[in-house]
């Protein structure tokens, strides 16, 4: 690395970047990322075979809530696995120890990484989006059905993207304390279906899953289903409740992570 | 860890206000408590619940084809818990319990498939009373269920106020409104059927065949003579 000033924000700013680069550099090219983005791309593939299976909705909404499902769910193992991957695999390799050896505060550390699996989890979600889009065009000119509603589609896509940081954040914050990765990446995926069952927490009797984020928020086929674009309102105060939790996570993480020994 | 527990029920209020502004309603705990047991949770997670219903749509017109009124009834629930927005789903299911289950019982006096019909028809009526719940007040449920009560259960007075209902929806058939006051002046209540012709009349574009603004007129001015040889 260059050598870095020690002090201040922009000190700081500047080796949180650094840091996130560099293992952006590396979770793009993880065979991981590679691997889950053929597959969701096959099973956008299969989404056109399945819409023939469609009965209730036009095969358009079909494919888009398909398409919408493939994406927050590649992007939800992706969040766990990648970022369970480029934490132990840093401190397996030593990466981790000569980093924190140099001037860097392990709240940084752990910001970068976080800033990165943001990073990497916009490029696949942005990659397999265009992907959905293309074939929704396609299919639609074929069809000559109305598209899907270009805003509409990105916000919706943008909704995919919140929840996957969101349970990276999660997956961080175990990975701080955690001592294996195969305990991290189970412990990850059981958090992020924990959140996920929030909206039934009260009728199944687990009102004391009520301190567990809710992303069930984070519905893309709702938000895609109703056919308009949500209120600025409810989009603030989304991206508040996501910026609140990853904060909250990150911190929590950054926090563990300076206590923990090599 | 006290200060996370801490800084997540500080987030609360923000999630319930998220979900008071949000356009659509929250999936419901009863729709997916529903599910569970039958494979379809983790797919509503993986968000492929379209896929999910259209299987369990198949399924239940499996049953269907093999009259087994049971497994066709449950799969109806199961299709409409795995995805409640199309109403396609609502409306055949509805009929499907309504008109098709109680004929696949074994023959019985007249008294008992009537006492048969009416029970199947009630369950149809939840059906869609659940389908307002979950896909949100429509007028075409509110339709459904106003056949139901007048030609499966000879109800009137449920058929003319659930068409009123259908009525008052955005995007209401014109139909709805004009069956309300015809069955308002069935059920012996001709004062309140003018009232409403009189008050849906100003709405009715001229223009507009499906409309039949003249047959509104005209019902109109019968109801008035109507009234006035009393």
């Keep these: 690395m260059d050598e870095l000033p020690k002090s201040g924000l922009a000190a700081s700013l500047r080796r949180t970047r650094l840091i996130g680069r560099h293992t952006l550099g590396e979770a793009v090219h993880l065979r991981l990322t590679l691997l889950l983005g053929l597959a969701g791309a096959g099973m956008l593939g299969g989404a056109r075979w399945l819409g023939e299976f469609s009965f209730g909705s036009a095969e358009l909404m079909f494919i888009a809530d398909f398409g919408l499902g493939v994406l927050g769910l590649s992007g939800t193992i992706l969040a766990v696995l990648a970022t369970t991957h480029l934490f132990f695999s840093d401190i397996e390799s030593g990466s981790a120890c000569w980093i924190l050896t140099r001037p860097v505060r392990r709240w940084e550390y752990i910001a970068g990484k976080l800033v990165a699996l943001a990073g990497l989890l916009a490029v696949f979600i942005a990659a397999l989006g265009l992907l959905l889009a293309g074939l929704l065009a396609w299919r639609g000119s074929q069809l000559g059905a109305a598209p899907v509603a270009g805003r509409l589609f990105l916000c919706a896509c943008g909704v995919q993207w919140l929840k996957a940081t969101l349970v990276a954040a999660m997956t961080l914050l175990v990975c701080s304390y955690a001592r294996s990765a195969l305990f991290a990446s189970g412990a990850g995926l059981l958090l992020a279906v924990i959140a996920h069952l929030r909206p039934i927490a009260d009728e199944a009797g687990l009102a004391w899953l009520r301190f567990w984020p809710n992303l069930g928020l984070f519905d893309a086929e709702q938000l895609l289903a109703a056919g308009q674009i949500p209120p600025v309102a409810w989009l603030l105060s989304l991206g508040t409740y996501w910026a609140g939790f990853v904060f909250l996570f990150g911190a929590a993480a950054a926090y563990v992570f300076k206590h923990r020994e090599f | ?230």
């Design chain 2, 1 to 230: 860890m006290v200060l996370l527990f801490a800084g997540t029920l500080a987030l609360r209020p923000m999630e319930q206000r998220v979900n008071t502004l949000r356009a659509v309603a929250e999936p419901r705990g009863e729709q997916l408590a529903g599910l569970a047991g039958h494979g379809g949770v983790l797919a509503i997670f993986g968000g492929m619940r379209a896929a999910l219903a259209s299987g369990f749509w198949l399924r239940a017109n499996l049953a269907w084809e093999r009259r087994d009124p049971a497994a066709t009834a449950a799969l109806i629930e199961l299709t409409v818990a795995a995805d409640e927005r199309p109403l396609y789903f609502w409306l055949n299911g509805a009929r499907m319990l309504a008109c098709d289950l109680p004929a696949w019982l074994p023959p019985a006096p007249e008294v008992v498939r009537q006492k048969r019909s009416a029970e199947h028809t009630r369950l149809a009526l939840r059906f869609l009373e659940k389908g307002a719940r979950w896909h949100g007040p429509d007028a075409a449920l509110h339709v459904e269920m106003a056949n139901l009560c007048l030609r499966q259960a000879g109800d009137v007075e449920s058929a003319a106020r659930y068409y009123r209902q259908a009525a008052e929806q955005p995007r209401a058939p014109y139909y709805a409104a004009r069956i309300h006051a015809e069955l308002l002046r069935e059920l012996g209540r001709p004062g309140e059927a003018l009232a409403w012709l009189r008050q849906i009349l100003p709405a009715l574009p001229a223009d507009e065949p499906a409309a039949c603004r003249d047959v509104v007129l005209a019902r109109i001015e019968a109801l008035e003579q109507e009234l006035a040889r009393r």
